[in-house]
């Protein structure tokens, strides 16, 4: 097949295709248990079918089929497809499922990025239109020049429009080139943290180049056609009149600021400057974020026995004996075996309900006593995983050695508080029994069952621990269970390695330490990831995801910020040097300095308080947009919304305060002699 060829899915793409009757023989124990999952077991959800409508077949024209068919999978199995039926949607090129949904996070934030950059852009085309208008007063003479001596009004607002699309092409060149950068910067800074290898081809190409060509043009029609049109229809007879150095700048509505387009640029400044605070906000809380386990000057081991032509038996053997030499190391307190760890890339899920319970094929239980099932996070440990990764025992104990070590052993769990309070809200459950309703007996290689817990066994609940958070964005424990690691074997396991103490000069000799040891229980056992745990937790790729939010959106606000500055700044000295005469006249009749640096000031300030009123409401709109990506921010945040008027109206500000500063320094008889 063609390189990159992503099928139905627009990220990963496939390198390998195999047979689907060779399904069960070849599903990777990263999901599940061996011989779990079954094509033949219609409550699982592995297998995917994708449907294309006949060419002007419509979804509400194929619906009668659909719910004929839905009728006869009823009939024919009445359990698993019982109330079941067909929903006719768009293929999610994010994430294929039997219910797909909206992609709503993925393009909601390209939507929004998408939106934040155009807004950019708007700000950046209304501050040429302001300069534009600004350098039109005083090209007003020569352009009515023009028209007396016979030149079209189309002639004009043509060069006017060229001169604008020279600013355009060498803008977009300029954005085109730190684009690429940009792009290929983003790409290599999330390579390092995923766990997939990144093809990315950041070539530009004739889709690229002709998107900037399109921004070019779009921008040149933003920034100077509404220029051009206003400049071109001046008055030949009163601009012939005017004289060097006036403004004579006049305005139809009196009430409105001197420059509108100004308090539009630092309206849309604070609404990006406000975004870019509530994700900066929502960063370093993600930064932040407590797993749940006290894992300090702890080392993470990642290996797999199986990739190495071990079975089930041999790969248990390797583990004890690894999980024996790591415990025995020079300041090692304590060293555990763990399926999956919190923030990992792989997370099992499995049913449990109270054991004993059998609900009706046709009834759904609405109460964990009448059998309702929940699906908690799913990981089996080694018997000093609590001890190791500090999380405390609130009632019970932890498994013995035996229980962790040898399959045979007695079926227990441990769960957390959350759990413990779906199953049993009003009692104990400590010593009570549990069930999963939905697991296949599990078999190793030679077809023998492989020690693991079985569909309906009862398993004693021997202790209880405080919720983990395993995800970034879960708002919500959906509770978890913990099996002995011999009554949940898994091939690809963690090993947490718990220091005494971990000076980070020592971290690379640790880890060496820690490779060398790994190496010495059986050379061809790989190691996939060796890091502190603090370092796997900052490498999340929903922690980068975050950082990255929160630092496009600075660049925005900050490249908004820093137009809206220099347009103010630009205008009002623009305006001052066209105003020269007028101030020298007043200060030659008597104007103190104060005064006319009061006037100066004046016009900024009205410009300011009235973009940032705007702004404000702008900013609580874009905060309630960005709120559905927010990490544990209110999108009313109370520091964003002080710190981005702040700073905006005291860069604005200084921006006008020292055009008026120069205002004061004008002598009179050089004002008067100004042309």
């Not at 690691?485 to 971290?507: H, T």
Request: hydrophobic residues 50%.
């Amino acid at each position: 097949m063609p390189k990159g060829l992503t099928e139905t899915e627009s990220i990963f793409e496939a390198e390998v295709w195999l047979p689907l009757g060779v399904y069960d023989e070849i599903m990777n124990d990263r999901e599940s248990a061996p011989n779990e999952s079954s094509l033949e077991d219609r409550g699982r959800d592995e297998l995917i079918v994708i449907g294309r409508l006949k060419p002007g077949l419509t979804a509400t024209a194929a619906a009668p089929a659909l719910k004929t068919l839905a009728a006869n999978l009823e009939s024919e199995f009445p359990v698993a497809q019982k109330d079941q039926t067909f929903i006719t949607r768009p293929l999610d090129r994010f994430s294929t499922s039997t219910d797909p949904t909206d992609p709503g996070p993925i393009y909601a934030v390209g939507v929004m990025i998408s939106g934040m950059a155009a807004v950019v852009l708007l700000v950046a085309c209304l501050n040429l239109a302001n300069m534009l208008l600004a350098r039109g007063t005083a090209r007003r003479k020569e352009i009515a020049v023009r028209l007396a001596l016979g030149s079209s009004r189309a002639r004009i607002v043509r060069q006017l429009l060229t001169e604008g699309f020279l600013l355009s092409l060498l803008g977009g060149l300029g954005g085109l080139v730190l684009g690429l950068w940009s792009i290929d910067f983003l790409a290599v800074s999330f390579s390092k943290i995923a766990p997939v290898e990144v093809d990315w081809l950041g070539r530009p190409n004739p889709m690229v180049l002709a998107a900037t060509l399109g921004f070019c043009i779009l921008g040149t029609l933003g920034f100077a056609l509404g220029p051009a049109l206003k400049l071109s229809r001046t008055s030949v007879l009163g601009d012939l009149k005017q004289h060097a150095g006036e403004d004579a700048v006049r305005r139809r509505w009196k009430f409105l600021p001197r420059h509108p387009l100004i308090v539009a640029q630092i309206a849309l400044s604070l609404a990006l400057l406000t975004a870019a605070a509530l994700f900066i906000r929502g960063a370093a809380k993600a930064a932040s974020v407590e797993s749940g386990l006290h894992a300090e000057n702890t080392f993470l081991v990642e290996t797999d026995a199986s990739l190495g032509g071990f079975d089930q038996r041999q790969a248990s053997d390797l583990y004890r004996t690894l999980h024996d030499k790591l415990a025995a190391l020079p300041r090692v307190e304590h060293a555990s075996i763990s399926a999956t760890v919190p923030f990992g890339n792989s997370f099992v899920r499995r049913d449990v309900q109270r054991a004993g319970a059998h609900p009706a094929p046709a009834v759904k239980p609405a109460t964990a006593a009448e059998g309702r099932t929940f699906s908690p996070w799913w990981n089996s440990v080694g018997a000093d995983y609590f001890a190791t990764v500090g999380l405390p025992l609130l009632r019970g104990r932890a498994f013995t050695t035996a229980e962790a070590t040898q399959p045979g052993g007695p079926p227990v769990a441990i769960i957390d508080e959350v759990l413990a309070k779906k199953l049993w809200p009003d009692g104990n459950a400590l010593g009570q029994r549990i069930q999963f309703p939905t697991l296949e007996i599990p078999t190793n290689e030679s077809g023998k069952e492989s020690g693991e817990i079985k569909r309906g066994e009862a398993i004693e609940i021997v202790g209880i621990v405080p919720p983990v958070k395993n995800r970034l964005f879960d708002k919500e424990s959906d509770g978890a269970i913990y099996l002995p690691f011999a009554r949940g074997f898994r091939n690809d396991v963690f090993f947490f390695v718990r220091f005494a103490s971990l000076p980070a000069d020592a971290e690379s000799a640790t880890a060496d330490l820690l490779r060398r040891t790994v190496l010495s229980v059986d050379p061809v056992l790989p190691v996939f990831e060796l890091r502190t745990f603090a370092s796997h937790m900052a490498r999340n790729p929903q922690l980068w995801f975050v950082r990255a939010a929160a630092a496009m959106f600075s660049v925005f606000g900050g490249l908004a910020l820093g137009l809206s500055v220099v347009g103010l700044y630009g205008i009002k000295a623009y305006s001052v040097a066209r105003r020269t005469r007028e101030i020298g006249i007043r200060m030659a009749l008597g104007a103190e300095r104060h005064t006319v640096q009061w006037m100066i000031l004046r016009e900024g300030f009205v410009m300011v308080a009235a973009g940032l009123a705007v702004g404000l409401l702008l900013a609580l709109g874009t905060g309630k947009i960005v709120s559905s990506i927010l990490f544990q921010v209110s999108p009313f945040d109370p520091l964003a919304f002080t710190f981005a008027p702040t700073l905006l109206a005291a860069a604005a500000l200084l921006a006008t305060w020292l055009p008026a500063r120069r205002a004061t320094r004008i002598s009179p008889m050089e004002a008067l002699r100004d042309e």
